[in-house]
């Protein structure tokens, strides 16, 4: 069902939007004309390196560089105690009860996980940098470390000052006493403990930096791993005390996020401030060591759930307790993940009464934790899914028809849900109905039972999940706590030839804008997409932005370039009227094409208005020359993407192997601009959530020292770990913007671990198997097995 | 510390240069020849961004001595097209939109290429067997394995028809 | 990251090659590298200079004359997997070498690299065992034969001195009704093996009359299965799969591997079930002559 690419050039601007046309980004990425941030070469340039702490808690009590000073090729090394500026890295969202914590770019009096910075050694090449790490002699006295989250908030050693008992903050969201009461008049409840592991995010191009500055105005240039360079150009004028309109950021290719490219780390600072010092361009590379030991992690939840229900098996409440791990700082974002990314989240598809969540936020010894792919939408998801997984079997009932009799139904929406969501538009039996075709699912459960009886074990998961995205209006999260608004910025601007160039406040970093949004435009204007060219991701060439994540950028930055174009066509059309000499009311605008109504011969092309108002020779009188428009589109809602993930495995109880038949996802996400792309996104999605369910997971031993420290021991999935997916879409417009797209970017990775373990949870069931704790290692699920007796 | 003059000849331009003993391949392209198309994604030799070919054959040049490479053919993903033409590994992944952010691509395609060297019309799990060394976290690999498979079919489900490799 | 310092030093022969380890301290041989390199780019390795063997041609290349097939310690797996004649005569190196690593690693790591550095998890361990292979070092005295079930002695230990090279490997071919298998399960991260079994059954008349069954990953080092291989004498190919219940029996499974990877235990389970399928897939192949 693999969708075909179109190539552009044999498509007509009126069909563009909505086509799968070839990414106009691929040229480049396939020929080796990339430019990635380690890429860069900049004369008389030096390569800094970070001397990181091997203890995961420990106080410092002496840091002896001075053999590293000496060494042939170092041009300088600094410490704590050289850090003239503020440098505490901020938090952008704040909670009634958080515990706001010093978060220094280079650690001074004391360590918090394997991996803070210590010092920072500035040499001629990026060898000899790594020579003087290993000349710094830094004495630490060791601590006791903790890396679970219940272990620190029970008596764990204590991590800040700040922060009595390692409490970062407490949270709720819902009713208790309604979601009490329901429990009390459940005819059944069930309930679960499961555990999200901590992963670590490995997008393939580690994170890096190349800073430039010039005394003589003070500039500081900096090219940079980054999802949104506005928001890091913000907090970092601030960081380094360098006033933000001397500070350039530019995102240059940046191979893949995820997430972990959104956050204001120490290091993309240092090389910053390091340049000013040294007064040469200063290069900083993340070896895959130092992005697992740095690059903040995901998830990382002990959760306990439970369900109520009628006789029925009508869910009628919802409890949640979780313990959120969030590392040994607070990294930029951290505070809104497992809070209003997750709590939020926690209806699901369903209807349900009442909920009520409580989150612990923990201080631990391990990186901080922060927005990976999905962020705090895939731990609410998978807790959801798992229940009602499970609490279809209390029930004896069909899992599918379990989900069926408790969706919110479609003539509901906009649909309120107990947790302060309003959900836009959707149509979940129709996603539920197109999956059990595609499984041919009682075909399936006949084939099951055979198997069953010849002593192998097949299991069928599903996943209906939600997702919010667009994360909006900033006057909300403003009041949620967001220290930013969540707007998108645009800018359209037509040159006098005809050719026109857009400049957004997003930065793509592998997900397709510049073709996106090229459609887009093309589609608006009327124009041939050879004539559009798309800016991204450069502080200098664009006025504002808020950057790429939380599955934002078509819902948002989408949306703002509609608005862009739409201000440029009213204002062509000014001007094309007066050229036509007609009144505006009389002037129809279709494919590029200005006509006065009634009188087709009487036209103008948006081309040739462009030159008309950059010549300015005749225009109306109300009207300045020229044809460019900006906007900020802040949206009304989020937007709410949905779908059924449903996975078929056969598991071999003798060695607790793993085989996919079958995976079918079948999303709604909204209108499609280039259903090629979007699939490319779940693809890549589902393949990172197969990672979370089978094999990811970050592990830290008892002092705090990460066991999966390479690509050797934390497994990123291969080609072969991949099952082939089958996908397939349905299209519920989101009511809330201009295009009626929702989100994809994080979907696939919300969506694939609960349909994943809930099909082996379900090939296991004749052996008494209830949960299994992700990864599913086939160690875990051939001991889950022999656990009960190893008994079908 | 020891230096040595060697000489590598990439992509069909023979080319001096004085390396360290410990000089790695992939640094001694990218750093000292501009080659910037073979990536590093890792120091455990893991995930393969860096796969160039060297007489021929797909190798991780950061698990190599640019002093061990002297005197071979080095081939880059910049040697693949040829007088501006795309070698169908490079169509095909277009076309099947086998890459997102582009990082992992020119290793990617360099070991598919090797493999198709001496593959015909090879299966879907022989292509995600052969791909073992190379990590996408982008794509999820279908689209990847959808253009090796196209790229086989272009190339005549035989690869020594296709150029830009030797 | 990056290695650390050292002089690099090309061999032009094996005589060449043993010169330069006498007279430079602190020396390591380097041959694909794939071992070496990797370590050294960690800072498990460190030494102070680094003697390139790999392009010494009279350690290249694979021989088949005789009875015997003799392959150069510098050959990669890449050429060994690729030998079609290898697959007919010792099918289960040419198997193993084909499940080692990626297609690049199989491009650059050679069994000489891979026999002499004994890595525990490493493929060619077992299946130089069971192809009852003999191992050729040259040494300042000259050159030795050590046979195979003599030289895997403990983790990254072997009988090898530090003066010698390992020039080239000799297995005997199988004959008509032998059939030899490898099977793997890989780490799903490194791709190392948790646990590799390697077996080859000598039949006559559909009964094993003898065979060597080996396994790496399990232990610290490659060792033999005696206990499978006793179970087996006797037994109808048919039937051959029993015998792996008898995998950890012969072994002090106390002594097993267990890492974050796999526990000692597991890794005892996996045996028991890998084993199983080597030799049903050795069975499979008496009297057949391989197809890849
Ligand atoms: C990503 C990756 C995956 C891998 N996966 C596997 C796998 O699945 N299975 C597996 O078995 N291996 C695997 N390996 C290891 C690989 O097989 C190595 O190539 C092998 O272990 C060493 O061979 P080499 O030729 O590369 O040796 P080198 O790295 O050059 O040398 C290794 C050691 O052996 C010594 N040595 C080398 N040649 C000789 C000689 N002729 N005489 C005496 N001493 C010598 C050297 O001094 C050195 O210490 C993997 C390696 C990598 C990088
Ligand atoms: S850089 Fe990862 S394998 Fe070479
Ligand atoms: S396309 Fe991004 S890693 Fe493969």
Same mark, same amino acid.
């Given at each position: 069902m693999s969708i075909e690419t179109e190539d552009?050039?044999?498509?007509?601007p009126a069909e563009i939007l909505g086509s799968a046309i070839e990414r106009r980004e691929d040229p480049a990425l396939i020929t080796g004309d990339a430019e990635y941030t380690d890429d860069i070469q900049i004369p008389r340039m030096t390569h800094m390196a970070v001397k990181r702490?091997?203890?995961?808690h420990a106080r410092i009590e002496d840091v002896d560089t001075s053999e590293a000073e000496a060494m042939?090729?170092?041009?300088d090394v600094f410490t704590?105690?050289?850090?003239?500026?503020?440098g505490s890295l901020p938090v952008g969202w704040l909670l009634e009860t958080l515990e706001q914590v010093d978060h220094p770019i280079?650690? +001074?009096?004391?360590?918090?996980?394997? +991996?803070?910075?210590v010092a920072i050694v500035v040499a001629e090449d990026r060898y000899t940098a790594q020579d003087a790490l290993d000349a710094i002699d830094v004495e630490y006295e060791r601590l006791d470390a903790v890396t679970d989250p219940s272990d620190a908030l029970n008596?764990?050693?204590?991590?800040?000052?700040?922060?009595a008992d390692n409490v970062a903050f407490e949270w709720e969201i819902g009713n208790a006493d309604e979601t009490e009461e329901a429990f009390e008049e459940a005819a059944h409840t069930v309930d679960l403990e499961v555990e999200n592991q901590l992963l670590i995010p490995n997008a393939m191009e580690p994170r890096a930096a190349v800073a430039d500055y010039n005394p003589s105005d003070n500039q500081i240039d900096l090219a940079m791993t980054t999802q949104n360079p506005h928001v890091h150009r913000l907090l970092m004028a601030g960081v380094i005390d360098h006033p933000e309109n001397k500070l350039s950021i530019r995102a240059p290719?940046?191979?893949?996020?995820? +997430?972990?490219?959104i956050h204001h780390y120490a290091d993309e600072a240092l090389t910053a401030w390091a340049a000013k010092q040294v007064e040469r361009p200063v290069k900083w590379v993340a070896t895959r060591s130092e992005t697992y030991q740095t690059d903040a992690l995901g998830r990382g939840h002990e959760t306990h759930g439970q369900v109520a229900m009628d006789e029925d098996g009508n869910i009628t409440g919802l409890k949640v307790d979780t313990k959120a791990n969030l590392g040994a700082y607070l990294s930029t974002f951290a505070p809104s993940i497992p809070t209003y990314l997750y709590g939020t989240l926690l209806s699901g598809q369903y209807e349900i009464p009442a909920i009520h969540c409580e989150v612990t936020g923990a201080f631990t010894n391990v990186p901080p934790v922060d927005a990976y792919r999905g962020a705090g939408r895939p731990e609410a998801s998978y807790i959801v899914e798992r229940l009602v997984k499970h609490a279809a079997e209390h029930m004896d009932m069909d899992p599918a028809e379990f989900r069926r009799q408790n969706f919110?139904?479609?003539?509901?929406?906009p649909y309120e849900t107990p947790v302060a969501m309003v959900y836009d538009? +959707?149509?979940?039996e129709k996603t539920l109905d197109r999956a059990l075709e595609m499984l041919d699912y009682e075909e399936f459960r006949e084939r099951q039972e055979a198997a069953r009886e010849e002593g192998r074990y097949l299991g069928v998961g599903f996943s209906a999940y939600i997702e919010a995205c667009g994360i909006a209006p900033s006057e909300l999260v403003g009041q949620l706590g967001?220290?930013?608004?969540?707007w998108e910025s645009s800018l359209v601007r037509f040159q006098p030839s005809g050719t026109v160039t857009a400049y957004l406040g997003t930065s793509g970093h592998g997900q397709g804008h510049d073709t996106t949004y090229s459609q887009i435009l093309a589609s608006e204007l009327g124009?041939?997409?050879?004539d559009i060219d798309i800016v991204e991701g450069d502080t200098d060439e664009i006025p504002q932005g808020m950057g790429?994540?939380?599955?934002r950028s078509a819902a948002v930055g989408g949306s703002a370039l509609v608005q862009s174009a739409r201000k440029v066509v009213e204002k062509a059309k000014k001007i094309a009227a007066h050229q036509l000499e007609a009144s505006e009311d009389d002037i129809e605008f279709e494919d590029g094409e200005f006509r006065v109504a009634g009188a087709p011969d009487r036209s103008m092309h948006i081309q040739d208005v462009a030159g008309a108002a950059y010549l300015?020779?005749?225009?109306?009188?109300?009207v300045e020359p020229g044809l460019e428009a900006s906007s900020f589109y802040d949206p009304e809602n989020f937007v709410f993407p949905f779908g059924m993930h449903a996975a078929i495995v056969e598991v071999d109880?003798?060695?607790?192997e793993i085989d996919f038949e079958t995976y079918v996802a079948v999303d709604d996400v909204?209108?499609?601009?280039n259903p090629k792309i979007v699939e490319g996104q779940i693809h890549g999605g589902v393949a990172q959530g197969v990672g979370q369910a089978l094999y990811e997971g970050a592990e830290y031993d008892e002092?705090?020292?990460?066991?999966?420290?390479s690509m050797q021991d934390y497994t990123v999935p291969k080609a072969m770990h991949v099952p082939e997916m089958e996908t397939d879409s349905t299209v519920t417009e989101s009511?809330?913007?201009?295009?009626g797209v929702k989100g994809v970017g994080e979907a696939g990775t919300i969506a694939a671990p609960q349909a994943i373990v809930n099909a082996v949870v379900d090939a296991l069931e004749p052996f008494g198997v209830e949960n299994i704790e992700m990864p599913l290692k086939e160690e875990r699920v051939w001991r889950a097995i022999h656990e009960n007796g190893g008994d079908a | 510390m020891a230096e040595h003059d060697i000489t590598l000849t990439v992509n069909g331009n023979e080319q001096e240069l004085t390396v360290e003993s410990r000089t790695l391949l992939v640094h001694a392209l990218?750093?000292?020849?501009?080659?910037? @198309?073979?990536?590093? @994604?890792?120091?455990?030799?893991?995930?393969?961004?860096c796969t160039v070919h060297v007489d021929g054959k797909a190798v991780k040049?950061?698990?190599?001595l640019a002093v061990q490479a002297d005197g071979t053919d080095v081939t880059t993903v910049?040697?693949?097209?040829?007088d501006g033409e795309f070698h169908p590994i490079q169509e095909a992944f277009q076309e099947e939109h086998?890459?997102?952010?582009?990082?992992c691509t020119p290793g990617m395609m360099m070991t598919a290429v090797d493999f198709l060297d001496d593959h015909d019309d090879p299966g879907r799990e022989e292509i995600r067997e052969a791909l073992e060394g190379n990590l996408c976290r982008?794509?999820?690999y279908q689209n990847i394995v959808n253009a090796v498979e196209t790229a086989s079919n272009k190339m005549g489900g035989s690869g020594a028809a296709a150029g830009g490799d030797d | 990251m990056y290695p650390g310092e050292f002089d690099y030093h090309r061999a032009e022969s094996v005589e060449h090659a043993l010169e330069l380890l006498a007279d430079l301290d602190d020396a390591e041989l380097l041959s694909g590298g794939h071992s070496l390199l990797p370590t050294m780019k960690t800072g498990l390795a460190d030494p102070d200079a680094v003697v390139d063997?790999?392009?010494?041609? $009279?350690? /290249?290349g694979i021989d088949h004359s005789g009875d015997t097939t003799t392959i150069g310690a510098n050959t990669t797996y890449a050429e060994i997997a690729d030998d079609d004649t290898l697959w007919d005569s010792v099918t289960v190196l040419a198997e193993a070498a084909g499940e080692i690593g990626d297609v690049q690693v199989r491009n650059a790591g050679t069994i000489g690299g891979n026999i002499a550095h004994?890595?525990? $998890?490493?493929? !060619?361990p077992a299946a130089a065992l069971a192809a009852d292979a003999t191992l050729v070092a040259h040494g300042p005295d000259g050159e030795r034969e050590i046979d195979v079930d003599d030289y895997f002695i403990a983790m990254y230990m /072997?009988?090898?001195?530090?003066?010698? !090279?390992?020039t080239r490997v000799e297995v005997p071919h199988q004959g008509p009704e032998v059939g030899s298998a490898y099977v793997k399960k890989p780490?799903?991260?490194?791709?190392? $093996? !948790?646990i590799g079994v390697a077996a080859t059954l000598y039949t006559d008349g559909g009964t094993v009359a003898s065979a060597r069954v080996a396994a790496n990953g399990a232990m610290d080092h490659g060792v033999r299965l005696t206990a499978v291989e006793d179970a087996l004498e006797g037994m109808s190919v048919d039937d051959v799969?029993?015998?792996?219940?008898? $995998?950890?029996?012969? !072994?002090? /499974?106390?002594m097993f591997m267990d890492d974050i990877q796999a526990s000692a235990e597991f890794r005892a389970q996996l045996l028991e079930a890998y084993t199983e399928r080597a030799l049903e897939r050795a069975a499979d192949r008496v009297g057949v002559a391989a197809t890849v």
């Open positions: 552009p050039s044999e498509i007509d702490s091997q203890h995961a042939d090729g170092v041009v704590a105690e050289d850090i003239d500026v503020p280079l650690a +001074g009096e004391k360590v918090r996980y394997q +991996g803070d910075g008596g764990g050693p204590e991590i800040h000052d700040d922060a290719d940046v191979g893949g996020g995820f +997430g972990s490219k919110v139904p479609g003539d509901a929406f538009s +959707g149509d979940y967001a220290q930013a608004g969540l124009l041939d997409i050879e790429t994540y939380g599955s300015a020779h005749d225009m109306p009188d109300d109880p003798d060695t607790g909204g209108n499609q601009i002092n705090g020292q990460l066991l999966t420290g009511p809330h913007n201009p295009l | 990218r750093d000292e020849l501009g080659y910037t @198309g073979p990536n590093v @994604g890792c120091e455990s030799s893991m995930c393969g961004a040049s950061c698990t190599m910049e040697g693949l097209d040829q086998g890459l997102q952010c582009g990082y982008c794509t999820g | 063997i790999g392009h010494i041609d $009279a350690m /290249t004994a890595d525990p $998890a490493s493929d !060619l /072997t009988d090898l001195a530090e003066d010698e !090279l390992l780490s799903p991260s490194s791709g190392y $093996a !948790l799969g029993d015998a792996g219940e008898h $995998a950890g029996d012969s !072994l002090d /499974t106390s």
